[in-house]
């Protein structure tokens, strides 16, 4: 299986703050990557798709890039309702793998 | 707007046996392929299985191989996933989510683009 790294585990930031997380495959999978948002107790949701596509409805803050092995998620000016747990997620393979987790709090 | 909602989930001995549901709205279900992918207490995700629209073509998790199937009825518009010789670590929160695409410079992005809420499933004795 295609094995996806994510740093860093846990984040703090505060409110206004540029956030990068980064995700990195075991082997080359294009552009291959999807990212998601959970809050607790909630299903996750959709931010970028295909590295970096846009999910309709997602504020443009988020954005996405990376091909290959090396990909990453940048929010670029965080806002109170953007505290949650970040996850990529390979779609290369049918057998689908999500990165551990990012866990963004507030500083 | 999109609606899964899972249920089916409980508590059921080890080794024994659960079924669980996903009634889906809101959109033409025959037209997508589902997964099932599953949250352990506190841990992260863990993609379960697939299944193509028409329901002709599944994949599965290792972890799971030979002992859930997932399936589909396409004329009410729900996702089923058996689930048999359950485990303690099959213990998880299991969402649905919807399985859209997009073609980009000739090649097929799959994504999820809807889930629901989940249903838990505790397998202890």
């Known amino acids: 299986d295609i094995q996806m790294t994510q740093s860093p585990s846990s984040l703090s930031a505060s409110v206004g703050d540029r956030v990068t997380i980064t995700c990195r495959a075991s082997?080359?999978?294009?552009?291959?990557v999807n990212w998601y948002q959970q809050k607790p107790g909630k299903g996750p949701k959709l931010l970028i798709y295909?590295?970096?596509s846009l999910q309709s409805g997602v504020p443009s803050r988020f954005s996405g890039s990376g091909s290959g092995t090396d990909f990453t998620l940048t929010i670029s000016s965080l806002q109170p309702e953007d505290f949650a747990t970040y996850y990529c997620?390979?779609?290369?393979?049918?057998?689908?793998?999500f990165g551990q987790g990012t866990n963004l709090a507030i500083k | 707007e999109v609606q899964l909602l899972e249920s089916g989930g409980g508590l059921v001995q080890p080794g024994g046996s659960l079924s669980l549901s996903c009634a889906a709205s809101e959109f033409i279900f025959s037209d997508y392929g589902m997964n099932w992918v599953r949250q352990a207490p506190g841990k992260g995700l863990e993609w379960v299985s697939t299944?193509?629209?028409?329901?002709?073509?599944?994949y599965y998790a290792d972890s799971v191989k030979g002992r859930f199937t997932i399936s589909r009825d396409n004329s009410k518009s729900t996702l089923f996933l058996q689930m048999n010789s359950l485990r303690a670590e099959d213990t998880a929160v299991y969402y649905c989510a919807k399985r859209n695409y997009q073609l980009l410079s000739g090649y097929y992005y799959y994504y999820m683009d809807a889930w629901g809420k989940g249903t838990t499933v505790t397998v202890s004795s």
């Open positions: 082997q080359s999978i294009n552009s291959y």
């Open positions: 997620q390979q779609s290369y393979s049918t057998s689908y793998t």
């Open positions: 299944i193509s629209g028409s329901g002709g073509t599944t």
């Open positions: 295909a590295a970096s």
